[in-house]
């Protein structure tokens, strides 16, 4: 019993202390295939990073990012215009229209994939008190993808840099524990679906899990 309660607490404040995060029950995953709960781009865990996920229509396939950085970096580097995007909001959990969306940008909360912070909202009602209580800036989403374009390539350097650091970390996990591969992979969310359903490095999961799988992504 001791042990559970124990358990149940360890939960609680892994949560607590990632505001990003929801429990896995609570995530709404749109895409699919064995990779659906990893962003398409950068293969985090899209339920740990929830409450910054975005959605849209790719090439008439849906994709689910762990953040509207990922979803502009992806049509970017595609040279496409994503269509039908989506946001979820931080209220309800669920998914709207990114053009329905009241997002508060620079807030105190934890930025996804970039420097600046971004929330999005149903209401501006909710927004505006989000940004009272946290700090921040109310804008549309036009907005912010203006403003997320002019820092994308600011942005990208920084993250290439921390991946790169994770990467060889993630060499380092693969080689100690995990059971060799020579297979290839596209990104990291399918690098870590097949790790997780060929169960190649045992339970390995959170930061480890994925850079192992930034590794494998660009060995």
Do not use: W
């Not at 804008?139 to 790169?164: G, H």
């Amino acid at each position: 019993m001791r042990k559970l309660i124990l358990l149940a607490c360890i939960v609680v404040f892994s949560f607590a202390a990632n505001y990003r995060a929801v429990p896995m029950q609570k995530a709404t995953i749109l895409q699919t295939g064995k990779a659906k709960k990893f962003c398409t781009v950068c293969g985090m865990t899209l339920p740990m990073f929830y409450k910054t996920n975005h959605v849209a229509k790719v090439n008439d396939e849906t994709h689910q990012y762990c953040s509207i950085h990922c979803m502009h970096e992806e049509a970017m580097k595609k040279g496409l215009h994503v269509k039908n995007s989506k946001v979820v909001d931080n209220n309800t959990l669920k998914f709207i229209s990114t053009a329905d969306a009241f997002y508060v940008v620079g807030s105190k909360k934890p930025a996804t994939m970039a420097t600046v912070s971004k929330y999005a909202f149903g209401t501006k009602k909710m927004a505006l008190a989000f940004a009272k209580k946290f700090g921040g800036k109310v804008m549309s989403y036009a907005q912010v993808s203006k403003e997320v374009e002019e820092n994308l390539s600011k942005d990208i350097a920084m993250i290439q840099k921390r991946q790169a650091k994770a990467a060889k970390k993630g060499k380092q996990i693969y080689n100690k524990i995990c059971k060799k591969t020579d297979k290839r992979f596209e990104n990291p969310a399918l690098a870590k679906a097949y790790l997780k359903q060929n169960k190649l490095c045992g339970k390995l999961k959170g930061k480890p899990f994925q850079q192992v799988g930034l590794y494998l992504s660009i060995k």
